[in-house]
């Protein structure tokens, strides 16, 4: 099955500067990759998405890029604001997993004033 | 409108009791989610429905017992739980198609004493 991890599990940056959060996935047919942000208290909130015949989507300060070759993706935040700290989840889906949706570990993201 | 709603929110339960949980979305979604999440981890699925037949069943004990009445809803059926079963409950629904968004309700905060 599919498995994702995601690094770095933590990760504090100065408010305005930008914050990158990498992940891998293992199975090659997965073809869906989500973004969740989640707040203390809340449920998952998604955020933004990427599709395997895309390379990269923005949507306004967040991005992220795919790497369909070396199976990677990564989501990046740029001018971060304090109201960006949360815990950031990647995701994949597709393939042997059509179904299901498999998190990475996830990333607790601190924005310093 | 990309709402999924649970309830309750909050729940208390003793090891004898019998409990459910319900999760309501009105996108017209086709798929349906549980996942349970302890803390600091990423959500685990446990059940996805699709046009409201169970499809996926990932070894959850029998005291979670799923359920769905129609497309709108679906519930799950708490009976015998252990302590350690406490955690945040999490509903998603999406199209059901490879690929499509999946969206999250706020959860059930579940403590069983």
């Known amino acids: 099955g599919e498995n994702v991890e995601q690094h770095p599990s933590t990760l504090s940056v100065q408010e305005g500067d930008s914050a990158v959060i990498k992940c891998t996935y293992s199975d090659s047919a997965s073809n869906y990759f989500p973004w969740y942000k989640q707040e203390l208290g809340k449920g998952p909130q998604l955020i933004i998405d990427i599709r395997s015949n895309v390379g990269e989507k923005k949507d306004q300060r967040i991005a992220v890029t795919l790497n369909k070759t070396a199976k990677h993706f990564s989501l990046h935040i740029t001018e971060t604001q304090p109201e960006d700290s949360a815990v950031y989840f990647c995701a994949a889906s597709g393939g042997s997993s059509a179904s299901k949706i498999i998190f990475g570990s996830g990333t607790r993201l601190s924005i310093r004033p | 409108d990309t709402e999924v709603t649970q309830t309750p929110k909050h729940l208390v339960m003793g090891m004898t009791n019998k409990k459910s949980l319900k999760c309501e979305q009105h996108m017209g979604h086709r798929a349906m989610y549980w996942y349970k999440q302890k803390a600091k981890k990423p959500p685990e699925l446990m059940f996805v429905?699709?046009?409201?037949?169970?499809?996926i069943n990932e070894s959850v004990p029998s005291r979670f017992s799923p359920e769905c009445p129609n497309s709108s809803l679906l519930n799950l059926h708490l009976h015998a739980l252990q302590p350690e079963d406490s955690a945040l409950y999490l509903c998603?629904?999406?199209?059901?198609?490879?690929?499509?968004?999946?969206?999250f309700g706020q959860g059930t905060r579940l403590t069983v004493v």
């Open positions: 998603a629904s999406s199209r059901g198609l490879p690929g499509a968004e999946a969206f």
């Open positions: 429905y699709s046009y409201e037949k169970l499809s």
